[in-house]
Structures are given as structure tokens and as C-alpha cells.
């Protein structure tokens, strides 16, 4: 993973927290070490979809 990729998925991370504020959606805690495994490269994109989509049915 080059420094150019975590900067995107770091800010991409970012817009979404801002969207989802503005739109008065707060985000669960558990999920900010969900974004830091993506963005670190630990997990896919795929993986990272999944486990928000299992997280949005629970609640």
C-alpha cells in the first residue's frame, strides 16, 4: 500500500464522517477500527462492505 492510497482511503474516511454528521447519522464507535484496518491495507474493500453491512442489520 503506497502513501498516495492510504491518503485517499484516509480522507475518503474522512468525507464520509462529514456526510454522515451533516446528515445527523452517527457512526458507531467500533466502526472507526473497521476504517483503520481498511485504510491501513489489512482488509479489502470487499471485506470493509461486508462488516458495514452486517453492522447496519444489527441495529
Same mark, same amino acid.
Given at each position: 500500500?503506497? %502513501? /498516495?492510497?492510504?491518503?485517499? !482511503? @484516509? ?11 451533516? *446528515? ?5 464507535? %467500533? /466502526?472507526?477500527?473497521?476504517? !483503520? @484496518? ?11 462492505? *461486508? ?9
Amino acid at each position: 500500500m503506497t %502513501e /498516495t492510497e492510504i491518503a485517499k !482511503r @484516509q480522507r475518503s474516511v474522512k468525507i464520509a464522517k462529514a456526510i454522515n454528521s451533516i *446528515e445527523g447519522v452517527p457512526i458507531p464507535d %467500533e /466502526t472507526n477500527e473497521f476504517f !483503520r @484496518q481498511w485504510i491501513d491495507g489489512e482488509i479489502t474493500d470487499e471485506q470493509l462492505t *461486508e462488516m458495514m453491512l452486517s453492522m447496519c442489520k444489527r441495529i
